[in-house]
């Protein structure tokens, strides 16, 4: 019984299969020349069409959005939050009244690492400054960056800018 051994025909024809099987799974990475005479021809010319001028919207009013401040939607009771009148201190001694007032200075962020930190101070709606320990903001003396915020002193004591935390009054669902 040589019906499956290379020798017998069944073991032909099957080498035969084989063979046209791999030259047809060869032939169809070929590009089809019917593609190739697509890719001869120049690209397609873009049109490009005007659009005319833009116009933009008239902003509404301030006032259109007073519903909105008189009930905010992230607040759960959807009332404002609550303002905190500033406590009347001691009157201020005059080396004190020598060193800026450091409610106007906002922390925007501190970069670096652990050896060479930077804050970004923000004083109102002004430019961002850059300050390092050492540096002096009004006064004030720079003495610390850390996680926390910019520790500053100045006229017998220390202060910390604290970087602002987000504050959510909602329940936690």
Known sequence: MRLFTAEGAFGRIMGWITGLAVLAGCLSFLPSPFGLAGALSPPPVPVVRDIGPVKLAPMPALETYAPLLARPLFNPARTPDPVVAPVAGPAAT????????LSQYRVVGIAGDSQTRIALVRKGEGA???????????????????????SISGG????????????NAAPTP
């Open 156 to 167: 017998g004591r220390t202060e910390i800018l604290a970087i602002p935390r987000a504050t």
């Open 94 to 101: 005059p080396l004190a009244q020598a060193l800026g007032e």
């Open 128 to 150: 961002v400054m850059t300050l390092r320990p050492g540096d002096s903001l009004d006064g004030w003396t720079v003495k610390a960056i850390d996680g926390r915020g910019v």
